[in-house]
């Protein structure tokens, strides 16, 4: 099966990682895995030619995830990294500081897996989209 798109997953919980693996794995995504910021980071380094998307906690052991998001969104070879983030704060103080650190979705725990799929399945289909209408304009 082709891979439909490379995500980093950002996740400390080793539960919550298998769950988001197991379901992107299973709707045929590739899957980087980082349990904290730090190996998040170097992972974004590594591999920020071929990460399509971003999922990222707000809670891990070291490095706090709004700051890795600021750090992500503030160097030039990797600002254009979209990054959703999954958490459990819900509170519409907690989004609004997601959002304004560069987050492009903020999706809540726990897990609806119809919520969460319909909104990696539509950013998928979005950047076939614009990839499609970018190649028909250079014809």
Same mark, same amino acid.
């Given at each position: 099966?082709?891979?439909?798109?490379? /995500?980093? +997953?950002?996740?400390?919980?080793?539960?919550?990682?298998? =769950?988001?693996?197991? @379901?992107?794995?299973? #709707?045929?995504? %590739?899957?980087?895995?980082?349990?904290?910021?730090?190996?998040?980071?170097?992972?974004?380094?590594?591999?920020?030619?071929?990460?399509?998307?971003?999922?990222?906690?707000?809670?891990?052991?070291?490095?706090?995830?709004?700051?890795? /998001?600021? +750090?992500?969104?503030?160097?030039?070879?990797?600002?254009? =990294?979209?990054?959703? @983030?999954?958490?459990? #704060?819900?509170? %519409?103080?907690?989004?609004?500081?997601?959002?304004?650190?560069?987050?492009?979705?903020?999706?809540?725990?726990?897990?609806?897996?119809?919520?969460?799929?319909?909104?990696?399945?539509?950013?998928?289909?979005?950047?076939?989209?614009?990839?499609?209408?970018?190649?028909?304009?250079?014809?």
């Amino acid at each position: 099966m082709n891979k439909k798109g490379t /995500i980093l +997953i950002t996740e400390d919980n080793t539960a919550n990682m298998k =769950l988001i693996r197991d @379901v992107l794995v299973f #709707y045929g995504y %590739e899957i980087i895995e980082a349990y904290d910021g730090n190996t998040a980071l170097e992972k974004i380094k590594e591999y920020k030619d071929k990460i399509d998307l971003i999922l990222m906690d707000l809670q891990l052991p070291d490095i706090d995830g709004l700051e890795i /998001i600021k +750090i992500v969104k503030s160097d030039d070879s990797t600002k254009n =990294l979209p990054i959703f @983030v999954i958490s459990a #704060y819900v509170q %519409e103080i907690d989004i609004k500081k997601a959002l304004k650190a560069g987050c492009n979705n903020y999706i809540t725990k726990p897990i609806s897996l119809e919520d969460f799929m319909g909104k990696i399945n539509a950013f998928f289909m979005h950047c076939i989209t614009n990839k499609n209408n970018a190649s028909d304009n250079t014809k």
